[in-house]
């Protein structure tokens, strides 16, 4: 479902292109990052923190004895309690699958502007080609993206025959992509649960609620060198809106996560993936776990692709802390509000802070705080 934002009071929009020129050694003026401390190329380079390395979690373990599997565990949560980010490896996912998307993805992207331009993402929609991510950004992001769904209903297919007119490429596209996708979504359920019991609840407490029905989208971005990356940027630093986000990236650098106010670099590794946190999970754990704020930063002599995955919940459910996570030390900070609600506002205006969106969602002081009686419901 493409959730509308046409109520923006702007002509900027989620969908808005620009041709990336080629082979020029200056910064076109539109993609110029004003609002931004610039790194020097020497800073790009060297952000990474060895002391702050983000836990790599192994999956295996967790069908070994109880202690490694409690291991992970805990280690998951304290990654969500400090970071809101983690890497797994040994995942089960095969790597040629992987491989496969990429170069579908990288396919997608060779393609002239005009064939991409069939899949624009028109004003108030949420899926296709484009490059700016919300609709009150004036600087355009050093990118290019496309976001596809494949839950509740997949439009890979009709994407991808509006991208590749000749039905072999187009079925290679689709059928690669929407095998990816779901692959992933079963992933990230796993690692929903994981984070639930690192939280004290059963496994299932939250991954009931995507039996019935979930949303499942893929945003695949790709950063070509930049003439002047001091003064560009991917992506902007945001938190992601959803409820958790499985990520893989490529060899070439360009993750960073905030953390004590320092921007660290999330060190590729093709044998993993990126877990990180999303506002919503946030809400359910009531503060607990941090939606961990994050950017994409480029780079003068190498491209990058990364491809995103999306794990949310169906539109209707309601969003509220559980009870077992409402305590006297911990009281309950979010309102309860639909899922709806809150993504019709997650992509209008970029969140300077990180936190910003979240504000209209807080629960408004009062001499009796009230206890949601379900989570999601």
């Keep these: 479902m493409a959730v509308s934002m046409s109520d923006a009071n702007t002509s900027m929009h989620a969908g808005l292109v620009s041709p990336l020129p080629q082979n020029s050694t200056q910064l076109p003026q539109e993609f110029v990052e004003a609002d931004q401390k610039h790194l020097s190329n020497a800073e790009l380079e060297s952000t990474e923190d060895p002391e702050l390395d983000f836990p790599v979690l192994d999956l295996s373990l967790l069908s070994g004895d109880k202690k490694h599997h409690d291991e992970v565990i805990t280690a998951a949560a304290e990654a969500c309690q400090n970071w809101g980010f983690f890497q797994i490896q040994n995942h089960g996912i095969d790597q040629r699958l992987i491989e496969k998307c990429k170069e579908e993805a990288l396919r997608m992207f060779q393609l002239p502007l005009e064939a ?5 993402r028109p004003p108030g929609t949420s899926f296709g080609y484009g490059s700016n991510t919300w609709v009150n950004q004036k600087v355009q992001h050093w990118a290019e993206s496309f976001h596809l769904q494949l839950k509740p209903m997949s439009n890979v297919p009709a994407m991808a025959s509006k991208l590749f007119p000749d039905q072999t490429s187009s079925q290679q596209f689709s059928s690669v992509v929407e095998e990816y996708m779901e692959t992933v979504q079963n992933l990230a359920i796993q690692v929903v649960e994981i984070l639930t019991e690192g939280l004290g609840l059963p496994p299932a407490y939250f991954s009931q609620h995507l039996q019935r029905e979930r949303m499942v989208s893929m945003r695949l971005n790709f950063y070509p060198p930049c003439p002047e990356p ?9 938190t992601d809106p959803h409820l958790i986000t499985i990520l893989h990236q490529d060899t070439v650098r360009g993750l960073q996560v905030q953390v004590a106010e320092k921007w660290v670099t999330v060190k590729p590794r093709p044998d993993c993936f990126v877990v990180n946190i999303g506002d919503i999970f946030q809400i359910l754990s009531n503060t607990r776990y941090k939606s961990g704020l994050h950017r994409a930063v480029v780079n003068g002599q190498f491209q990058r692709l990364s491809m995103a995955c999306f794990l949310n919940l169906p539109l209707d459910c309601v969003v ?19 899922w709806l609600e809150y993504l ?34």
């Design 116 to 120: 991409k331009k069939r899949c624009d």
């Design 230 to 238: 001091s003064k560009a940027i991917g992506l902007r630093a945001h």
């Design 320 to 338: 509220a802390a559980p009870p077992e996570l409402i305590t006297t030390d911990c009281p309950q900070k979010y309102r309860p509000f639909l």
């Design 344 to 377: 019709k506002h997650a992509y209008l205006y970029h969140p300077i802070t990180g936190n910003d969106r979240h504000e209209k969602f807080f629960l408004k002081p009062s001499g009796d705080i009230p206890v949601a009686a379900s989570s999601v419901h």
